[in-house]
């Protein structure tokens, strides 16, 4: 997740001054050689407080560790024992915060989501729900195998349209979840869009429209290796990454959103030890799952021109809507104008006002690099948003907020999502700029 923005915008000083943190980090935060003991242990969360600048909540990042959240002078993050040894070098007091309920001891022989979780899905229990929405509305929604995860489960795509047998003109949105592990909510973000779409066309004359003058794809788990992982003790792992080995380490994964390729591992957002929480991977794109979305998101230009024009990414938690850039605290940055900027931002506060959530740039405290949205926009100059769902603590659930939350928080998002659906011709409208951006397409 990102945080919660509770100070002044990083500047320029401050992002050098993490760089040099970073440096002497990566040097001694060395992973244990191929061959050697794999002990399993999981991450915890931990409170870190008494951080005072921006740059001193940056530094947490540079260990390796994830910041999931950021209130006033505290932040909390997650982080195994090598990266809780190098927060501690940094001074400020650390506390381990209690686990989740679903991640005590599971029974034995017990797989899957714990109790008090039991309505999310897993991979194979999504699949078939949507397998199920397939065969019931044939007309307006079909699945697409994109590729293969690296354990060789299926990346979907699906295409929700009037009739989506065939090409449509107008614009086109995507829906990404579950690019993090422990992020189950968001593969019921995809789910409630799917049944939405699918149950009210016809009859919810809003949905009407928008499916017969636009085209939607939805990826519903971009994660499936290790979403199952974190699940398949029956008990949570706090996983986040993906499960791809690391040539040379016995440390498992590569978080998928700081792989890909714009901006990849340029700026002291991601880490280089294939033990961080925020490994970014020997290279750009280099996890079949990222590689799959970018080569289906480049197969969606056509004539030369991208007919995706807006995503929204789903993570928890923090309750958020963030835009681009992720790697600079420019808030333009290169390749946006101002009124690119302007729009982002029009579009993403009006949303944040429908659900509650806290709008910003994505690198208003710290950066982060290879993130989606930064590639989406810089690459493909897609009007790319992340939205981090329920809750706004740690303390009210964290990754695990239990599965009464579900019909809750996925509906709390629908009129966002419409909002972006309705602007997706024109994103510049938000801005009194149509007649200069949008009279050809």
């Known amino acids: 997740m990102r945080p919660r ?72 993050v997650t982080a195994d024992r090598r990266q809780l040894a190098l927060l501690r070098t940094l001074g400020h007091p650390v506390t381990r915060l209690p686990d989740p309920p679903g991640a005590a ?37 079909t699945k697409t195998v994109i590729g293969k995860s690296h354990e060789g489960r299926d990346l979907i795509a699906l295409k929700l349209s009037g009739n989506a047998a065939r090409d449509k003109t107008g614009p086109e949105v995507l829906f990404t979840a579950h690019q993090h592990a422990r992020e189950h909510l968001t593969v019921e973000m995809a789910l409630y869009l799917l049944t939405e779409f699918t149950g009210k066309y016809g009859t919810d004359p809003r949905i009407t429209e928008l499916l017969d003058s636009r085209e939607i794809w939805v990826i519903p788990d971009l994660n499936p290796d290790g979403g199952a992982y974190d699940i398949a003790s029956g008990a949570f792992r706090n996983w986040r990454k993906n499960r791809q080995p690391n040539a040379g380490s016995t440390a498992v994964g590569t978080d998928l959103n700081r792989n890909w390729e714009y901006e990849w591992g340029c700026c002291g957002g991601s880490s280089g030890s294939p033990s961080g929480e925020t490994y970014r991977g020997p290279a750009a794109a280099s996890s079949p799952e990222v590689r799959a979305v970018e080569n289906f998101v480049r197969s969606r230009v056509v004539g030369g021109k991208q007919q995706i024009t807006a995503a929204i990414d789903f993570h928890t938690y923090g309750e958020l809507v963030l835009w681009p850039f992720g790697f600079t605290n420019d808030p333009t940055g290169p390749g946006m104008t101002r009124d690119d900027h302007d729009a982002f931002a029009a579009v993403g506060r009006k949303m944040a006002a429908s659900n509650g959530y806290t709008p910003e740039q994505s690198s208003e405290l710290y ?75």
């Open 5 to 76: 923005p509770r100070g002044v915008r990083t500047t320029v000083l401050a992002a050098a001054l993490t760089l040099a943190l970073a440096a002497p980090f990566a040097a001694r935060a060395q992973d244990p050689p191929a061959g050697a003991a794999d002990t399993g242990e999981r991450p915890h969360q931990y409170e870190v407080s008494g951080l005072a600048t921006p740059a001193a909540r940056t530094a947490l990042a540079a260990t390796g560790a994830s910041v999931d959240e950021v209130h006033g002078r505290t932040a909390v």
């Open 105 to 141: 001891a599971a029974a034995p022989g017990a797989t899957g989501f714990p109790a008090g979780y039991t309505k999310y899905h897993t991979y194979a229990q999504a699949m078939s729900a949507i397998d199920a929405l397939v065969a019931r509305y044939p007309s307006l929604l």
């Open 367 to 441: 950066l982060t690099d290879g993130s989606i949205d930064d590639w989406l926009w810089g690459d493909q100059k897609i009007f790319a948003y992340t939205f981090e769902m329920y809750p706004s603590s740690s303390g009210a659930g964290g990754f695990y907020p239990k599965d009464t939350v579900i019909p809750r928080e996925t509906a709390r998002n629908r009129e966002a999502v419409l909002q972006l659906l309705e602007n997706a011709d024109c994103m510049y409208r938000s801005i009194g700029k149509e007649g200069t951006y949008c009279t050809t397409r």
